[in-house]
C-alpha cells in the first residue's frame, strides 16, 4: 500500500509569490490534514479536509488556504510568502476524522522563502 | 499554541539502556498518540492510547496516560542506535467542526552506540 505522498519535496520562492503544495493520501483515506513545523514554533495544525470539505483550521491567516478533490487529494496554497512561511509543511491522512488509530504522515515539503 | 509540554527536551543515553519521556497537557482528550521523526523527515505514528486506558505496549514501547494529572510517559526499553530521533506526544480532541492533533515540543533522544 502506497503511503502519503507530497510533492514537491524542496521548494525555494521569494517574497511575495505564491506557491501550491500536494499531498496525495492513502488509498481509502478520506481525511486529509495539514500541519506546519518550524523550529519556533513547533507542529502547528493548519486544516483538516473530509470529503472535499473543510471541517477545521487552525489559527493561521487568510494567506494560507486548501482544497480536497473527489479523489481526496489535497492543495494547500499560500499567498504573498512571507519569509516567516519557511516551514517544513506535513500532510497526514486518516480514514475518518474521529481518528481512534493515527495518522501517518507523509515525508513533508520543505519551503524556504527568501 | 502547544498545548503539551515535553521533558526532557533532550536525552543522550547509552544504547541498551531505557529511556523515558513525559509529556503534559492542558485539555480533555479523545486519545494521545505519540510520534517519532528522523531529521526533518515526516512524523511516524507509534503508539495510540485512549482516554479510557491507563497502559499500553507496543514491542519495546510503553505508554502510560494520567488523565487525573494530564500527563504521559513513553518508555523505550533496551534502546538502540537507531532509535535517534525527535518524538513527539500529540493529543488528540473530536470537535463539532472536526478534529486535530495539538503537539508537544517534543524531546530529542540521542542513543550512542
Known amino acids: 500500500k502506497a503511503g502519503v505522498t507530497q510533492t514537491p519535496r524542496y521548494l525555494i520562492k521569494t517574497r511575495g509569490q505564491q506557491v501550491t503544495l500536494s499531498c496525495s493520501p492513502i488509498s481509502g483515506h478520506r481525511s486529509v490534514s495539514w500541519y506546519q513545523q518550524t523550529p519556533g514554533q513547533g507542529l502547528q495544525f493548519l486544516f483538516e479536509y473530509f470529503s472535499e470539505t473543510q471541517r477545521n483550521k487552525g489559527n493561521f491567516p487568510g494567506r494560507f488556504s486548501g482544497r480536497q478533490f473527489s479523489n481526496s487529494r489535497s492543495e494547500m496554497n499560500v499567498s504573498t510568502l512571507e519569509l516567516g512561511d519557511s516551514a517544513l509543511y506535513l500532510c497526514?491522512?486518516?480514514?475518518?476524522?474521529?481518528?481512534?488509530?493515527?495518522?501517518?504522515f507523509g515525508s513533508g515539503t520543505r519551503l524556504t522563502v527568501v | 499554541s502547544q498545548q503539551g509540554e515535553e521533558d526532557p527536551q533532550a536525552l543522550s543515553i547509552q544504547e541498551g539502556e531505557n529511556a523515558t519521556m513525559n509529556c503534559s497537557y492542558k485539555t480533555s482528550i479523545n486519545n494521545l498518540q505519540w510520534y517519532r521523526q528522523n531529521s526533518g523527515r515526516g512524523l511516524v505514528h507509534l503508539i495510540l492510547?485512549?482516554?479510557?486506558?491507563r497502559e499500553k505496549h507496543s514491542g519495546r514501547l510503553r505508554v502510560t496516560l494520567d488523565t487525573s494529572k494530564k500527563s504521559s510517559s513513553l518508555l523505550i526499553t533496551a534502546s538502540r542506535a537507531a532509535d535517534t530521533a525527535s518524538y513527539f506526544c500529540?493529543?488528540?480532541?473530536?470537535?463539532?467542526?472536526?478534529?486535530?492533533?495539538?503537539f508537544g515540543e517534543g524531546t530529542q533522544l540521542t542513543v550512542n552506540p
Open positions: 497526514a491522512s486518516s480514514p475518518g476524522t474521529a481518528n481512534n488509530y493515527g495518522y501517518t
Open positions: 492510547i485512549r482516554s479510557n486506558e
Open positions: 500529540a493529543t488528540h480532541r473530536g470537535e463539532t467542526s472536526g478534529s486535530r492533533l495539538t
